[in-house]
């Protein structure tokens, strides 16, 4: 793959998400505003007569991720509804559609409609058929009126298609063309396109016959966005059900929506880092383990998790969400399920969650609930009794996974059905079966992980955030940037948060063999990283991988990979809310396009800036930034936690690889998060404070003003727990260690030794 571009208290809920408040979901647009504001949002038109939802259409499952990416939100408007009213959307930057048909039986109204949103400053991002050339009854629209659109993107179709393409060549593709796969084989038919705009810049142009008049610019980008023919912007195998990008799509959507200059939010990094968290949904919590010598002792699947993945990593935090019908003895609990959990809860680095109450398989079903759409399922008395010949009989019994060929709704259907009871209610039974000062917020969406907007509304009114689904992939079964999902996925005016990693189910064809499969996760998590980083690193599984041999074996490789690696470890809930502040956050504009004021950000704290190896944080007109770093031609800026609204300004350095200079110190990164940033002292004595918190010891580095020794405390209610030195090197770099558990939150002061020659 080729990529070409692309306060104190405030911390104790950063690391720590069961003791803060819970952050309202992520919505579509509100009313306007009278701040100024960078428009950051994108509008998909899709049409729901062809593609049967928004969660596998063609936008939300391939262009969404790299839209995100580019720091711009998706909201969706289906086309069967009529034309969407544009002032419904102030933070509107551009439009995107990409059709397989043609939808509209009024195309001269869309075309009228595309014009004024254009007027507007609205960009447009087509893909695809672009829903112009026939009506949806089959009438042929006049070439006249569907150049009329064409037209805005620098475009006249001259009525000419070649069908017949073994003669046709490239004439021009640069980098943009063939980013995951090469124009390669016999190629698809494509219209006569000719350029009338010179501001619009052509990507890729067809040449039949190396005659230059038959020249069609197929992939294009200029003032009103971008254009990509039906064929040209992604390749797809039907036999092996792949999809591959031929345009690059952050290079394409970054043109045609301007997003180069942008702050972006940035929900894969912390403290300059990549953000890792890990989290476990409950199913398989009461099968017996197959791994010696345990299985003698017939040790539950969800012990052996505790005893082989989770106590020997006391660095890498876990969510742990086991489902009540699993515990609580008036379903299908034991006693020794329940004081699996408690054991669970009690480990300092596990925080507790919900996977629900009866593990609902198909949430749809329970969209228009009643008893009676039970009834298949139940026994003469209202009650449900696996039998001999049932195939949900062992899963019921917690034997084997929920492995999506699901023979009931629910894994527990002894009671009737209430999404209170489901969401809240086990969110409350969990905070209880935890220690004190520990509680479960995060609700980890169970079975199709397709949960209805009531069902995300119930999460919300209970307090709590949600996650799950998306499955990501990117490895050599999935080898395209299509197989990782984007942040999350708009549900009415909810919004559901995608997991960043797949579990094992999707490595081991749903828990049926290669039970090792997940050690395959190390390959995704390291193409979602580099060459940019696209995804957190994120360790998702069930417990039913403590079952078997071979998938803990695979597990504990897993961990061992990530524990290896350079990340910032957090909670399973500090990454949902990190991505419920991604649709919040909001861009206020200062002086000179170099200066933003940054609002409504919730639990974010990172913005990046692209192709932005020459520019670095202007400290002197910035407020309430933590640090900076470059990576990956890219600069991440740390936002202060404890500043309700920062202010980022920018500058041109002339050293890309030396860090910028500045009277003031900041962070270039650290294993934990850091919050409350403040100057401490005068004089040759001046140094600094900072809030902290986060998992195993706290490595970190500073850029100083002053090079040399520099004495450092870690304290906690007015006690030092240590006191250690380090020396900045000449160029003011500070690396050091803390050895101290930071998940209670620590204050460090860290000053000048002062009278040593630096």
């Keep these: 793959m080729r990529i070409t571009r692309v306060t104190a208290a405030l911390a104790l809920g950063l690391l720590l998400p069961w003791a803060a408040p819970a952050m309202a979901a992520g919505a579509p647009p509100a009313a306007a505003t009278a701040l100024q504001e960078v428009p950051r949002t994108i509008l998909a038109l899709v049409d729901l007569r062809e593609e049967e939802t928004i969660r596998l259409g063609r936008i939300h499952t391939m262009a969404e991720l790299p839209l995100n990416h580019l720091g711009l939100s998706v909201v ?7 034309l969407p009213d544009l002032s419904r959307y102030p933070g509107l930057r551009g439009v995107v559609t990409w059709f397989a048909g043609d939808p509209f039986a009024d195309v001269g109204a869309y075309i009228d409609w595309v014009a004024r949103a254009m007027d507007r400053g609205v960009r447009f991002a087509v893909l695809g058929q672009p829903g112009v050339r026939l009506e949806s009854g089959g009438r042929q629209v006049p070439l006249a009126l569907a150049n009329r659109f064409f037209a805005r993107f620098g475009l006249r179709d001259d009525d000419g298609f070649s069908d017949l393409t073994y003669k046709s060549k490239p004439a021009l593709a640069d980098g943009m063309i063939g980013f995951e796969r090469p124009l390669s084989g016999v190629l698809p038919g494509y219209p006569l396109f000719r350029k009338t705009d010179t501001r619009v810049v052509s990507h890729l142009v067809m040449r039949r016959a190396d005659d230059p008049a038959s020249d069609s610019h197929l992939v294009v980008t200029g003032p009103a966005g971008g254009l990509a023919a039906e064929g ?40 300059g880092r990549r953000i890792y968290f890990s989290h476990i949904d409950g199913d398989g919590w009461r099968n017996v383990t197959e791994v010696a010598p345990h299985a003698a002792k017939r040790v539950l699947s969800s012990d052996m998790v505790r005893i082989a993945a989770i106590e020997p990593f006391p660095d890498l935090p876990v969510t742990v969400a086991p489902i009540v019908g699993d515990l609580d003895p008036t379903w299908s609990g034991t006693p020794q399920s329940v004081e699996a959990a408690k054991r669970l809860f009690s480990l300092p680095q596990v925080e507790p969650a919900s996977h629900t109450w009866t593990h609902p398989f198909q949430w749809a079903f329970f969209k228009d609930y009643s008893r009676q759409k039970e009834a298949p399922f139940l026994d003469r008395d209202g009650t449900y009794r696996p039998g001999k010949g049932d195939e949900h009989a062992a899963e019921t019994a917690g034997e084997v996974s929920d492995i999506g060929r699901y023979a009931v709704p629910r894994a527990y259907l002894q009671q009737p059905f209430d999404l209170d009871q489901e969401i809240g209610g086990a969110l409350d039974y969990f905070t209880r079966l935890a220690p004190t000062g520990k509680r479960a917020v995060l609700v980890q969406w169970s079975g199709d992980t397709s949960p209805y907007e009531a069902a995300l509304a119930a999460v919300r009114k209970a307090g709590g955030v949600n996650m799950n689904g998306g499955d990501a992939r990117f490895d050599a079964d999935f080898p395209s940037i299509t197989g990782l999902p984007p942040v999350g996925l708009p549900v009415g005016a909810e919004r559901q948060i995608y997991a960043a990693g797949s579990n094992e189910n999707t490595y081991t064809d749903l828990w049926t063999n290669r039970f090792y499969g997940y050690r395959n996760l190390v390959n995704t998590m390291r193409h979602a990283g580099a060459p940019i980083r696209l995804k957190p690193f994120n360790v998702y599984y069930h417990m039913y991988s403590g079952q078997k041999a071979a998938s803990l074996n695979a597990l504990v490789s897993v961990l061992t990979a990530a524990r290896g690696q350079e990340l910032a470890p957090v909670a399973a809930t500090t990454y949902a809310r990190i991505a419920e502040g991604f649709y919040t956050a909001r861009f ?28 670095a944080v202007d400290f002197s007109r910035s407020t309430g930034v933590l640090g900076q770093r470059h990576s990956q031609g890219s600069l991440y800026v740390a936002l202060d936690p404890a500043v309700a609204e920062p202010v980022v300004a920018l500058a041109e350095v002339d050293r890309a690889d030396r860090d910028p200079p500045a009277s003031v110190p900041f962070l270039v990164e650290g294993r934990w998060a850091f919050s409350a940033l403040a100057r401490e002292g005068a004089g040759e004595g001046a140094g600094f404070r900072v809030a902290a918190t986060g998992y195993g010891e706290g490595s970190m580095v500073w850029r100083v003003p002053r090079s040399g020794p520099w ?10 727990l240590w006191t250690g030195s380090a020396t900045a090197d000449e160029d003011g770099r500070l690396a050091l260690t803390v050895p101290v558990s930071g998940i209670a939150p620590l204050l460090l002061r860290l000053r000048p030794t002062v009278g040593v020659a630096g």
Excluded: C, M
């Design 232 to 271: 040209y912007s992604r390749h797809f195998d039907a036999e092996y059900n792949r999809r591959q990008w031929i345009v690059d799509p952050f290079a394409f959507f970054g043109d045609a929506f301007a997003t180069d200059d942008l702050p972006k939010p940035d929900v894969t990094t912390l403290s």
């Design 588 to 615: 206020e504009p200062l002086e000179d396009g170099r200066r933003w004021r940054v609002r409504d950000r919730g639990a974010l704290n990172t913005l990046r800036f692209d192709r932005a190896s020459a520019t």
């Design 76 to 82: 969706y408007w289906n086309v069967a509804d009529g």
């Design 711 to 720: 004495t450092v405390t870690a304290e906690r209610d007015g006690t030092v």
